[in-house]
T-cell receptor, first 113, second 115 residues
Framework: DTEVTQTPKHLVMGMTNKKSLKCEQH?????MYWYKQKAKKPPELMFV???????INESVPSRFSPECPNSSLLNLHLHALQPEDSALYLC????????????FGPGTRLTVL | AQKITQTQPGMFVQEKEAVTLDCTYD???????LFWYKQPSSGEMIFLIY??????QNATEGRYSLNFQKARKSANLVISASQLGDSAMYFC????????????FGGGTRLMVKP
């Protein structure tokens, strides 16, 4: 199984809502990532989990809260988002080390009204 | 600090012709990996090809090949026999230990294949 899955594919939420994005992989990867991508731009790294521990937080606002319940799952909890947070949110996983590619999920298109 | 530069924001290619997408990189780490990803309009990032800094030969994967010129710090992607389905954004990316082996992306090149 060389697939990263993400749910939901699309999400529309108001600024007062609380929602969660989910990501799952069964490749035995111990590094998992959240990226945010705006239109016509490259992905921007948000968070990195290594062995289920948060290892990198790229100065992301606290309205985004990541969680890694186990080695296969990664969640991103959303609360009190702003319209400028509307973007494609990509999850990825990889083996550790510079020689290893990251495998990406299909993404969640988030619209904040 | 590492940096990836893709100088071609957009390119056209005729179907069945070959096309080269440029990528230059900068790193002081002798150990690094270079990656190319394709992103169609659906949004998914699809891994295409990889080149390690110590690899002696250029990487190839089907119609994709990587023209790796280490002294020039370039890692250009060559797509042979372009197909309409190749129309997409293409990102060059690098992992090295200077950046905690995170993936750093270039700005991307939008490729459009003409019938």
């Amino acid at each position: 199984d060389t697939e990263v899955t993400q749910t939901p594919k699309h999400l529309v939420m108001g600024m007062t809502n609380k929602k969660s994005l989910k990501c799952e992989q069964h490749m035995g990867h111990r590094a998992m990532y959240w990226y945010k991508q705006k239109a016509k731009k490259p992905p921007e790294l948000m968070f990195v989990y290594s062995y289920e521990k948060l290892s990198i937080n790229e100065s992301v606002p606290s309205r985004f809260s990541p969680e890694c319940p186990n080695s296969s799952l990664l969640n991103l909890h959303l609360h009190a988002l702003q319209p400028e947070d509307s973007a494609l949110y990509l999850c990825a996983s990889s083996l550790l080390g510079v020689w290893n590619e990251q495998f990406f999920g299909p993404g969640t298109r988030l619209t904040v009204l | 600090a590492q940096k990836i530069t893709q100088t071609q924001p957009g390119m056209f290619v005729q179907e069945k012709e070959a096309v080269t997408l440029d990528c230059t990189y900068d790193t002081s780490d002798p150990s690094y990996g270079l990656f190319w990803y394709k992103q169609p309009s659906s949004g998914e990032m699809i891994f295409l090809i990889y080149q390690g800094s110590y690899d002696q030969q250029n990487a190839t994967e089907g119609r994709y090949s990587l023209n790796f010129q280490k002294a020039r710090k370039s890692a250009n992607l060559v797509i042979s026999a372009s197909q309409l389905g190749d129309s997409a954004m293409y990102f060059c990316a690098m992992r090295d230990n200077n950046a905690g082996n995170m993936l750093t992306f270039g700005g991307g090149t939008r490729l459009m294949v003409k019938p």
